[in-house]
């Protein structure tokens, strides 16, 4: 059975399908983000949201594992560069939900989605790779749009927002060049679930000692709160199963995510968006997207 099984999961898809499926995991993700305001917005508090979310993706992801043979063991020497990256990926979470908790969740998402620039400078900056003054091009017109999206006037704390955004970020630049880096010998799994793990641990026990912990207040909350572990482990399952079996250049369809946010967000939640907003987070998703598949 199990080299059917492993024959059947390289299978290749067709190019079309591939990104469809693609399309479909960037939608979930975005999902993850709507809910995660919503359960906001009734009273869950942004530590209890990335606490469920890493324990329910941790157990997720423990599962799948052992249902398909990965040996959960970390080498030795690898072990302090795990935990280093577990705690950056629990101030991602804990930052971008923050963002998402107090500005639109699309702007939250397209502030962060600047990772991508950041590694490519950090890279060049610790002389990984020479720099590419192609790549300078869609980095400058990426932050064209984001001033474009970023245009917005409300009474919302927008400054707050956006550093918080910024700081995810940031965060996730570090955790890109751990992963390309100092433990690009670990299976995807089991680096992710070593990271969610990590960063379940770290929020549950911090928010529980700080009284950071707050429950929904209705069942509204409630079923934000359960949704949004949903989406992130449905779109993280669709992800290991994709990846693998399509080109490379096909991932930049999961920059459709913002995109997804900003209209599940004018349905859902009755958000406003400006000509302008839309027009640079078309410009800022189109910008990361070619940055992706240059080589």
């Known amino acids: ?79 302090g560069r795990t935990l280093l990256a577990g705690f950056l990926i629990a101030t991602q979470s804990y930052a971008l939900y923050s963002a998402v908790a107090i500005i639109p969740p699309a702007l939250a998402l397209l502030c962060f989605q600047t990772s991508p620039m950041m590694y490519v400078l950090l890279t060049w900056a610790l002389g990984k790779e020479k720099p590419r003054w192609g790549a300078i091009a869609p980095m400058m017109l990426a932050l064209v749009g984001l001033t474009l ?25 570090v955790v890109y060049y751990l992963n390309a880096n100092a433990l690009k010998s670990l299976d995807g ?19 529980t000692a700080f009284g950071a912990q707050a429950l929904p207040k209705d069942g509204f909350g409630w ?9 992130y482990c449905i779109a993280m399952m669709s992800l290991f199963y994709v990846l693998p079996r399509v080109p490379s250049t096909s991932t930049g369809a999961l920059n459709f995510e913002p995109i997804a946010l900003l209209v599940m967000t004018w349905l859902v939640l009755d958000y406003t968006v400006s000509a302008i907003q839309l027009l640079g987070a078309l410009i800022t998703v189109s910008a990361i997207a070619w940055l992706g598949v240059r080589k």
């Open 1 to 79: 059975m199990q080299p059917i099984t492993f024959r059947v999961m390289q299978a290749k898809l067709a190019p079309g399908v591939g990104i469809v499926i693609l399309l479909g995991v960037a939608s979930a993700f975005a999902s993850n983000h709507l809910c995660a305001r919503i359960a906001f917005d009734h009273g869950a508090s942004v530590a209890t949201g990335v606490s469920v979310r890493a324990t329910f993706t941790a157990l997720f992801l423990f599962a799948l594992m052992r249902a398909q043979g990965v040996p959960i063991a970390i080498p030795r020497g690898l072990r």
């Open 149 to 173: 999206a970023l245009n917005v006037r409300t009474g919302e704390n927008m400054a707050a927002g956006v550093a918080w955004a910024f700081a995810s970020g940031m965060s996730m630049t």
């Open 189 to 207: 799994r089991l680096r992710t679930f070593a990271m969610t793990s990590v960063t379940a641990l770290l929020i549950v026990v911090a928010a």
């Open 223 to 231: 079923s934000g709160l359960v949704l949004l572990a949903v989406f």
